[in-house]
């Protein structure tokens, strides 16, 4: 399975596109960011993420996007950038009938790491180091792109963490550390839910 993990922002839009292998490995396929300048209008800058979001999912015929999931943030401004080139990335997939699945920042972080807490620097070394990359993938909206599109393919029932019910405890043979503590985590918040 391959995977276009998408880590949206309005300037620099994260672009990691990774793929499941045997033994639940996961490869980069390719990492980039998509840049719009700040001084044009709002629907330029649109455009433009669009070009390139476009171009990736062409190139890379990706079976799934992994997008990240906006959340609220003290910077409204931010807040509605990040919105709308999420939005220009579901469109996208869209076209081309892909699925798109939301993770939250806590939930990707869980799952590259073992904890939903890690700083960005943790999370570009984990990345790094799942992929066998020599060098951190930079800048940090590159490495939180891949760290989506692993955090999917992870994902219990993902092609590289399939996973039956009864793991959520933790009890898949050959899961890592992170794969664990994400499917209990995930887990204890099901059950907070009923």
Do not use: Y
């Not at 999912?57 to 080139?85: I, S």
């Not at 579901?90 to 699925?99: E, F, Q, S």
Request: proline share 5%; net charge positive; hydrophobic share 45%.
């Amino acid at each position: 399975m391959r995977i276009l993990g998408v880590d949206p922002g309005l300037t620099r839009c994260g672009l990691g596109v990774v793929e499941s292998r045997p033994g639940r490995k996961v490869v980069l396929v390719d990492v980039g960011v998509a840049r719009s300048a700040v001084d044009a209008e709002v629907a330029t800058r649109l455009h433009h993420i669009e070009i390139e979001v476009e171009r990736w999912l062409d190139e890379h015929r990706p079976d799934g996007v992994a997008l990240e999931r906006v959340f609220a943030q003290h910077n409204l401004r931010t807040v509605m950038g990040t919105a709308q080139v999420s939005g220009v990335v579901m469109v996208a997939a869209a076209r081309r009938g892909l699925p798109v699945t939301l993770h939250t920042p806590s939930e990707v972080k869980a799952a590259v790491t073992g904890t939903g807490r890690a700083p960005k620097a943790q999370v570009q070394q984990m990345v790094a180091r799942i992929l066998g990359l020599a060098e951190l993938p930079q800048p940090a909206d590159a490495a939180d792109a891949l760290a989506l599109g692993i955090c999917h393919l992870w994902r219990p029932g993902g092609a590289a963490g399939r996973t039956a019910a009864s793991s959520a405890a933790g009890a898949v043979p050959g899961a890592t550390a992170a794969q664990r503590a994400w499917a209990q985590a995930e887990a204890a918040a099901r059950g907070g839910a009923r």
